[in-house]
């Protein structure tokens, strides 16, 4: 991966989405292959964050990746065909990171927080993917923006795990989770377009809170989310 599965695997393999070196170099075709497929895909999150999505065209990112348009459309059907790649690679490393993390709690309030800080602290850490991931789909539209609605949905189904803490007199609504996780995206939305990206990890208590809340009531969620 380049810049992909995040910037962090780039720093893992810098050598792997460097420029290959001009004539007979004698590597693998699978090396080049990759190689190139990785140096494109760098090329999309650099130029998507300095332009949007809808602003970048082919031919800035084969500029960026140093390779030609045959050589783009050797790996990606279209515009959308690369950003999607990106985005499945960048959605994939966060969602199995929260995972690792919330798996390392037994009660679920503390797996919720473990998740939550998890993601913030990526977010935080990579604010052009933070862009790419969170802003750009919905300024995409077409599958891209169908893609994050089925990543967003399969972050609604795991706070329905909480659902047996509830003990409330009445069952939560059926939107409970949709709800919750729109305002907590909506909160982070607006810190990574307001350029406050690296501030995210500071939202961890308040948002703790707003998750926690609708299943074990407010007093307990605040005691939680303070801890």
Not at 191 to 204: F, M
């Amino acid at each position: 991966m380049a810049k992909g599965a995040a910037k962090a695997t780039k720093k893992e393999e810098p050598e792997s989405s460097s420029r290959l070196p001009a004539g007979r170099h004698g590597l693998p075709r699978e090396f080049i292959v990759q190689n190139q497929r990785e140096r494109i895909i760098t090329a999309l999150v650099d130029t998507v964050a300095e332009r949007g999505y809808n602003a970048t065209t082919v031919a800035h990112i084969t500029k960026a990746a140093s390779v030609s348009r045959r050589t783009f459309y050797e790996h990606f059907a279209d515009k959308e065909a690369c950003f999607l790649a990106a985005y499945e690679m960048v959605a994939g490393h966060i969602r199995d990171s929260m995972k690792a993390a919330a798996d390392s709690f037994e009660e679920w309030p503390q797996q919720v927080r473990a998740a939550l800080s998890t993601l913030l602290r990526f977010l935080a850490g990579e604010p052009e993917l933070a862009q790419l991931v969170m802003i750009e789909p919905i300024a995409a539209g077409g599958e891209i923006a169908t893609r994050h609605r089925a990543t967003v949905a399969g972050f609604a189904e795991i706070l329905k795990a909480g659902r047996p803490e509830h003990a409330g007199d009445r069952p939560l609504p059926e939107a409970t989770e949709e709800t919750v996780v729109g305002g907590i995206l909506s909160l982070i939305v607006r810190e990574i377009s307001a350029g406050r990206a690296q501030d995210l990890e500071k939202l961890l208590p308040d948002l703790v809170e707003l998750i926690l809340a609708p299943y074990l009531g407010a007093d307990e969620a605040e005691r939680l989310a303070r801890a």
